[in-house]
C-alpha cells in the first residue's frame, strides 16, 4: 500500500469510528463558519475578488443550512452556542452576498 493510499485508510478509520449524525453536523456547519471567514478575511484586506468571496460564502451556507435543523434537535446543550452563531452568520453572510452584488455591478453603498 502507497502512502496516500495509508493515509487515507487512517482517516477513513477515525471517521468511521467516530461517526454520528451529530458529529456530522457540526463538522459541516464548522467547515461552512472556516469558508465564511475567509471571505471575511478577503473583505478585510480589501482583495476586491467578489467571485471568490460570493463562492465561499454559497459553500458556507451550503454547508450549513441542511444540517442545522438536525443539530438544533440532536446536538445537544453543549451545541446551542455554536447553532446560534451559525444562524447569526448565515443572516450575515446573506447580507454580504447582497452588498457584493451591489458593489461589482457599480451601485454605490447604503453605508
Do not use: C
Not at 3 to 27: F, I, P, Q, S, Y
Not at 86 to 100: C, D, N, P, T
Amino acid at each position: 500500500m502507497n502512502a496516500k493510499a495509508e493515509l487515507a485508510e487512517l482517516v477513513e478509520d477515525h471517521l468511521g469510528r467516530n461517526a454520528t449524525m451529530a458529529k456530522a453536523a457540526l463538522g459541516s456547519v464548522i467547515a461552512g463558519l472556516a469558508k465564511f471567514l475567509t471571505a471575511y478575511a478577503d473583505a478585510q484586506a480589501r482583495r476586491g475578488n467578489w467571485g471568490t468571496m460570493l463562492d465561499h460564502l454559497r459553500r458556507g451556507m451550503n454547508d450549513i443550512e441542511p444540517v442545522l435543523p438536525l443539530l438544533k434537535s440532536q446536538g445537544g446543550p453543549g451545541v446551542a452556542s455554536i447553532v446560534e452563531l451559525a444562524e447569526s452568520e448565515l443572516r450575515f453572510a446573506a447580507e454580504m452576498q447582497e452588498e457584493i452584488v451591489r458593489l461589482s455591478a457599480g451601485e454605490s453603498t447604503n453605508v
